[in-house]
């Protein structure tokens, strides 16, 4: 099965810096978009970053200044660089992949566990 782990969550105080990331393994054919997203405590997920293979990148508004995503597609990681973080960045940070593991499989979502992303004020 596809696997994604992430690291590099922790505690840092407001304006301070983080770097994510993800390791998908398992038995994969192809990846094609990775991502980012969120979630703090009673809110809904929510989009943080996405990169395609060929580097084509979306943010959402709230982070784009701050926040940096890229991917090492031969070693199927994506990494979030995380500066100038505010109070209001805390939440639980997961990796996202889209991939198949067969050339005549289907398209799926893949989920890492999470790491937690704490912002002290």
């Known amino acids: 099965q596809v696997q994604l782990e992430e690291s590099g969550g922790g505690l840092v105080q407001a304006g301070g810096s983080l770097r994510l990331s993800c390791v998908a393994s398992g038995n994969i054919f192809n990846i094609n978009a990775m991502g980012w997203y969120r979630q703090a405590p009673g809110k809904q997920r929510e989009l943080v970053a996405t990169?395609?293979?060929?580097?084509?990148?979306n943010y959402a508004d709230s982070i784009k200044a701050r926040f940096t995503i890229s991917r090492d597609n031969a070693k199927n990681t994506v990494f979030l660089q995380m500066n100038s973080l505010k109070p209001e960045d805390t939440a639980v940070y997961y990796c996202n992949a889209n991939a198949k593991k067969q050339p005549w499989g289907m398209w799926s979502n893949y989920w890492g566990q999470g790491t937690q992303v704490t912002v002290s004020s």
């Open positions: 990169i395609t293979s060929a580097g084509s990148t």
